[in-house]
């Protein structure tokens, strides 16, 4: 029989598991150093710190101590809670770990010369933007709740002042950034913020970080909810009183994400969580009716032509599949999570576990064609711990 017969015929019996691309994808990461670092001029390789001379960068961007970073760490500590293996872990623990032990030099030998988030560990001990100590403080405090070490502590400590106390805000308290355009709500800036409350709220045990996050998403959402489209803006501009131009889909993303993780640890008799149900329902109704017949999602949302882009796909995958396991979304919806994931593991996770077509870091702008144009990636930063929370969400939800 001829080979395209068989694979014709049996191929569904050779398709790898969920279980089985997800560690594709997460055995890849663990091939990524934490711990090197690369000369600038002479390209030589360097571990240990002490008495080098020339300027330095990281090894990997998987080293970075970027917000992507933090969403990665979080996804392999679940991860190596779902599958029982401990590798998977280890690997948040020593990035973090490799934070502590490195930060410290390179801001002694930081000269002001650039943007902090320009400089190696720069947003380790700057805080600036939520960009800076969100995520990643969210990863500091939940590695600590595994390895309790007084340094994590002291950093979550930090983040959670900066966060609730220091961050720049509108009169009503709606957290916002200062650039490139003063005191501008950003979609993205609920996920900096939510994901490091929640995580700080349930490790501490302490009201104060759970109702701030519910206060954060109830007036982000209204700042930036369109109702015609039934999706979210990119932005807000405060001065101006008018939204951005954008529908972005990694935004829309950071926001249903950081309803679910807050559903995940808010007290069932809080008096705002049937609010964040709703929320989370109409959200999800809205993006549903953007999604491509190919199962994914699109860079700009309610544009068609627009490229299909991946991290949104996952973060739409992991809200759905949640919420409808959790109980928050009819079951109806399965549906919409299991053909987008079906399209992610099929047509954008490579056979060496790279993940496909994700958009690169993006600010805001009023030029739609700036959204339009911006590059993907493969295995791009901004992607890798998305795609493993939605296949560990479809593979929760397909044990329902």
């Given at each position: 029989?001829?080979?395209?017969?068989?694979?014709?015929?049996?191929?569904?019996?050779?398709?790898?598991?969920?279980?089985?691309?997800?560690?594709?994808?997460?055995?890849?990461?663990?091939?990524?150093?934490?711990?090197?670092?690369?000369?600038?001029?002479?390209?030589?390789?360097?571990?240990?710190?002490?008495?080098?001379?020339?300027?330095?960068?990281?090894?990997?961007?998987?080293?970075?101590?970027?917000?992507?970073?933090?969403?990665?760490?979080?996804?392999?500590?679940?991860?190596?809670?779902?599958?029982?293996?401990?590798?998977?872990?280890?690997?948040?623990?020593?990035?973090?770990?490799?934070?502590?032990?490195?930060?410290?030099?390179?801001?002694?030998?930081?000269?002001?010369?650039?943007?902090?988030?320009?400089?190696?560990?720069?947003?380790?001990?700057?805080?600036?933007?939520?960009?800076?100590?969100?995520?990643?403080?969210?990863?500091?405090?939940?590695?600590?709740?595994?390895?309790?070490?007084?340094?994590?502590?002291?950093?979550?400590?930090?983040?959670?002042?900066?966060?609730?106390?220091?961050?720049?805000?509108?009169?009503?308290?709606?957290?916002?950034?200062?650039?490139?355009?003063?005191?501008?709500?950003?979609?993205?800036?609920?996920?900096?913020?939510?994901?490091?409350?929640?995580?700080?709220?349930?490790?501490?045990?302490?009201?104060?970080?759970?109702?701030?996050?519910?206060?954060?998403?109830?007036?982000?959402?209204?700042?930036?909810?369109?109702?015609?489209?039934?999706?979210?803006?990119?932005?807000?501009?405060?001065?101006?009183?008018?939204?951005?131009?954008?529908?972005?889909?990694?935004?829309?993303?950071?926001?249903?994400?950081?309803?679910?993780?807050?559903?995940?640890?808010?007290?069932?008799?809080?008096?705002?969580?049937?609010?964040?149900?709703?929320?989370?329902?109409?959200?999800?109704?809205?993006?549903?009716r953007y999604q491509a017949g190919s199962g994914m999602w699109r860079?700009?949302?309610?544009?068609?032509?627009?490229?299909?882009?991946?991290?949104?796909?996952?973060?739409?995958?992991?809200?759905?599949?949640?919420?409808?396991?959790?109980?928050?979304?009819?079951?109806?919806?399965?549906?919409?999570?299991?053909?987008?994931?079906?399209?992610?593991?099929?047509?954008?996770?490579?056979?060496?576990?790279?993940?496909?077509?994700?958009?690169?870091?993006?600010?805001?702008?009023?030029?739609l064609s700036f959204y339009y144009n911006r590059p993907v990636g493969?295995?791009?930063?901004?992607?890798?711990?998305?795609?493993?929370?939605?296949?560990?969400?479809?593979?929760?939800?397909?044990?329902?």
């Amino acid at each position: 029989m001829k080979w395209w017969i068989l694979l014709f015929c049996f191929g569904p019996l050779f398709a790898q598991s969920d279980e089985e691309v997800l560690r594709r994808v997460a055995d890849n990461i663990l091939k990524q150093p934490v711990d090197q670092f690369i000369g600038v001029q002479s390209g030589k390789v360097y571990t240990y710190l002490n008495g080098v001379s020339e300027e330095l960068k990281f090894a990997s961007p998987l080293m970075e101590w970027h917000y992507s970073n933090g969403v990665l760490d979080m996804s392999m500590l679940k991860l190596g809670r779902t599958l029982k293996e401990k590798k998977y872990s280890e690997y948040a623990y020593n990035h973090v770990e490799s934070g502590f032990k490195n930060g410290p030099y390179f801001q002694s030998t930081f000269k002001g010369d650039r943007r902090h988030w320009h400089w190696p560990y720069g947003q380790w001990w700057n805080f600036k933007e939520l960009d800076d100590c969100g995520a990643m403080g969210a990863a500091v405090i939940s590695v600590y709740a595994e390895e309790p070490k007084e340094e994590y502590l002291k950093y979550a400590e930090r983040a959670a002042k900066h966060i609730l106390y220091d961050q720049d805000r509108l009169e009503d308290g709606t957290l916002a950034r200062t650039a490139p355009r003063n005191l501008t709500v950003w979609a993205d800036d609920m996920y900096m913020s939510v994901s490091f409350l929640t995580q700080m709220g349930r490790v501490s045990k302490e009201q104060i970080y759970l109702d701030a996050a519910v206060k954060q998403v109830l007036q982000m959402t209204e700042y930036l909810w369109d109702p015609q489209k039934e999706l979210f803006y990119h932005c807000y501009y405060a001065d101006l009183k008018r939204n951005g131009v954008a529908f972005w889909g990694r935004a829309n993303g950071w926001i249903c994400t950081s309803i679910i993780l807050l559903l995940e640890v808010l007290p069932e008799n809080h008096s705002d969580r049937p609010k964040l149900i709703q929320w989370l329902d109409k959200q999800i109704v809205g993006a549903s009716r953007y999604q491509a017949g190919s199962g994914m999602w699109r860079q700009l949302l309610d544009k068609e032509d627009a490229y299909e882009e991946s991290s949104v796909t996952a973060m739409y995958t992991y809200a759905i599949a949640k919420g409808v396991k959790k109980g928050w979304l009819d079951p109806k919806y399965s549906s919409i999570a299991f053909s987008a994931w079906e399209a992610l593991k099929k047509n954008q996770i490579t056979t060496e576990g790279h993940f496909k077509n994700v958009c690169v870091g993006t600010g805001i702008s009023d030029a739609l064609s700036f959204y339009y144009n911006r590059p993907v990636g493969e295995n791009e930063k901004h992607g890798l711990g998305l795609v493993l929370e939605a296949g560990m969400a479809i593979m929760e939800l397909k044990s329902k």
